[in-house]
């Protein structure tokens, strides 16, 4: 039997020959297995409802334009493209093709997966377009003129890195990115914030503000509101503390609120988010609490704060958005979304009415700057999406929605709860026929950084799995943020196994309830939700007939010196401290796997360009379990970077291996 304390290092070498051997040949294996006509027919279905037409085209308003990003089977890497107003509004507007993304890749020879792009306002005549290669988080950062639609000769432009750039003029950025030595933090991110200017090189640019090598990141930028400009830099101590000043010309000012509030400056107010609770001026105010100031006042040091949204235990605040008048919050109640429109000043409002009930609302772009402009996106299991348009005061309108891509005709939407073994009552969506007996059931689940699963509409889910008579459930376990920070904060570090006992208490939840078998019951879950994959396997085998574990966090001793793995310290803790080490090490999926135990089959998935969690915690899972001889399969895409897929293609093919690995090994097809 192999050392289990082992550590595979050669697996962590991400692209190099002995390691890509090896993961080809895990791949050979596992297509071998699952790819034939049946898994063919399954990937074109799915291929064409992600390259269908008649998906809805979103867009963000910059200036007069409407701009959105377009992938379909004759532009797999995508089309950067705009239109007007008037013309979004027809069945099939005429677009204006600013950068094709596959020509540009073919003419440079170089596997570009498009990273977004930041316009310039308030002219909006140049943006900083963001490529990477193969779909790391790491990019290329290149100058592009929006009039000539053409990349500006001699403009700037920032070598593969992960770079934080922001405008501060037509003629000068805020920069962070890998200076030399010493110009990263721990964790890979941006230490140093420089001013610039067009020009001159790199190297002269000016430093406006450091943090510590300890630090998760540093970053500066320039709100460029009209009439409110001002420039801002944030030290990131760890992934939920920072600092965040208001840069002078006298040097930095630190602007006083808890390292774990959100701070948000918008014109005359300054917003604070807490997520703990906070005394001030004989005031307490609990987490979850939206707050407003008059920014200049509070910077000179006079607390006239206002309450904002105040959360009960039902109702968490998940964001926010401005238009030219009103601040809109994204609120949840028990894990259903509204909109509550305020008046700034007096913060007083309303629920925007008319919006279906069951289903995710959230808010796409607004137009902050010059309109009550709004564009809302709706969508449910069942429900697609839909987009409305409209502005505030006014009649906000359906003006495109997808047409239904699968067969929900007979399929219902429940909210159940489970109770979790300290006795929290733990939501859950439950996707099914009216009709369904005890079947095969897909459950899915994720518990961190405070993201909250909520309702949405998946060709793919629907096609692969729900069309198929499966029962879909999705667990809001804590961890997530459904009922607010403290819903997260419930399960940092010592507190994760809350985590795990919530998720395994849904599964026998749906047992208990004669919607599945632990022989029918299926498991999924990527990234941070890899993890929470991972300790199902090795905890609870007995509760699951097959789990899909993706692009996952697995060695719990090594994480932190893995890629991006230092900045996740506050939210699972330090292995080098010993304190830490003690209770990561109950539950570190790696360490835990030993010979004895029967393990449900698991199919563990990555990409060779995830640079923020590493490939070597899926491929050290996978040779562990394959020493211990215990039924693995394995998949691992050369590009996708963190999401797995770098285009529609590659994203049917990942998933059809994914949902036929679940019907066939769940013991049904």
Known sequence: MADLTDPHLWLEDIDSDAALEWARKHNDVTEQAFVDDAFEESRARLLGALDTDDRIPYVRRRGEY?????????????????????????EKPTWEILLDVDELAKAESENW?????????????????SLSRGGADAAVIREFDLR???????????????SDVRWFDHDSLYVGTDFGEGSLTASGYPRIAKL???????????????????DVAVSAWRDLTPGYERSFAERAIDFYTSQRFLLT??????????????????????????????????????????????????????????????????????????????????????????????????????????????????????????????????????SPATLWHGALGQTIDVIKAVPPLF??????????????????????????????????????????????LTPAYSAVLGRAWLERGGTYAVANTRGGGEYGPAWHTQALRENRHRVFEDFAAVARDLVLHGVTTPQQLGIQGGSNGGLLMGVMLTRYPELFGAIVCQVPLLDMRRYHLLLAGASWVAEYGDP?????????????????????????????????????????????????????????????????????????????????????????????R
Request: net charge negative.
């Open 66 to 90: 409407l701009y959105n990003f377009w992938r379909d089977a004759r532009n797999p890497r995508g089309l950067w493209r705009r239109t007007t107003l008037e013309q979004y509004l027809q």
């Open 113 to 129: 997966v498009w990273a977004g792009a930041t316009v310039l306002r308030p002219g909006y005549e140049l943006a900083l377009v």
């Open 148 to 162: 000539t639609k053409q990349f500006v000769t001699g403009g700037f432009s920032l070598p593969e890195a992960k």
């Open 196 to 214: 610039w200017r067009r020009g001159t090189p790199l190297a002269e640019a000016e430093t406006v503000f450091e943090g510590e090598a300890a």
């Open 249 to 382: 010309d006298d040097g930095p000012v630190w602007i006083e609120a808890p390292l774990d509030a959100r701070l948000s400056a918008h014109r005359e107010w300054l917003l604070i988010y807490l997520r703990s609770t906070w005394n001030v001026n004989g005031s307490e105010y609990p987490a979850g609490t939206l707050l407003s100031a008059p920014f200049d006042s509070y910077i000179a040091g006079r607390r006239d704060i206002t309450t904002v949204f105040t959360p009960d235990p039902h109702t968490s605040l998940q964001s926010f958005s401005w238009t030219a008048q009103h601040l809109v919050l994204e609120v949840m109640r028990d894990v259903r979304t509204e909109l509550l429109v305020l008046e700034p000043g007096s913060w007083t409002g309303q629920i925007l009415p008319g919006l279906p009930p069951l289903e995710t609302v959230a808010v796409v772009d607004t137009d902050p700057d010059r309109s009550e402009e709004i564009f809302l996106s709706t969508s449910g299991f069942t």
């Open 407 to 452: 067969d929900a005709n007979d399929i219902v939407t429940e909210q159940h709860f489970a109770t979790s073994d300290d006795g929290t009552k733990v939501p859950y969506f439950l996707v099914r026929r009216k009709d369904a007996s005890s079947g095969p059931t897909l459950l899915y689940g994720y518990g961190g950084f405070q993201n909250s």
């Open 576 to 668: 080098e401290n010993l304190e830490d080490w003690e209770f990561l090490s109950t539950y570190s999926p790696y360490q835990a796997v030993v010979a004895e135990a029967v393990y449900p089959p698991v199919l563990i998935m990555t990409s060779t360009r995830d640079d923020r969690v590493h490939p070597g915690h899926a491929r050290k899972m996978v040779a562990r379990l394959e020493e211990l001889g215990h039924p693995v399969w394995y998949f691992e895409n050369i590009e996708g970077g963190h999401g797995g897929a770098a285009d529609n293609a590659q994203l049917a093919h990942k998933s059809a291996l994914a949902y036929e690995f679940l019907w066939r090994t769940l013991g049904l």
